[in-house]
């Protein structure tokens, strides 16, 4: 079974970066796509980025400019990079995987203050 973990959230001054991490056990497999969402409370999850097996990548326009999704195959590792962020970023962020099924992290929180 694969297994995704999270790390890297916390919290930070408005203007500031974070890089999440999104680590994958196992090896032996490839990635269809990886891909970044957040959720903050009462709201719906909400996409961010994805990177393809090619390595083409998709933003949101809320954080287009901002934030930039990357991968080390190797690793089995995927990481959003997020500079510039704002209070209206603070969210659970949660990555997910395709292999052959979608899999899912436990989420890291990010707080942006004022």
């Known amino acids: 079974q694969v297994q995704l973990v999270e790390s890297g959230g916390g919290l930070v001054q408005a203007g500031g970066s974070l890089r999440l991490s999104c680590a994958a056990s196992g090896s032996g497999f490839r990635i269809a796509y990886s891909g970044w969402f957040r959720q903050a409370p009462g709201k719906q999850r909400e996409w961010l980025a994805t990177?393809?097996?090619?390595?083409?990548?998709n933003y949101a326009d809320s954080v287009r400019g901002r934030f930039a999704i990357s991968r080390d195959n190797a690793k089995n590792t995927v990481y959003l990079q997020m500079d510039g962020l704002k209070p209206e970023d603070t969210a659970v962020y949660y990555c997910?995987?395709?292999?052959?099924?979608?899999?899912w992290g436990q989420g890291t929180q990010v707080i942006v203050s004022s």
């Open positions: 997910n995987c395709y292999i052959d099924m979608v899999y």
């Open positions: 990177i393809i097996r090619d390595g083409s990548t």
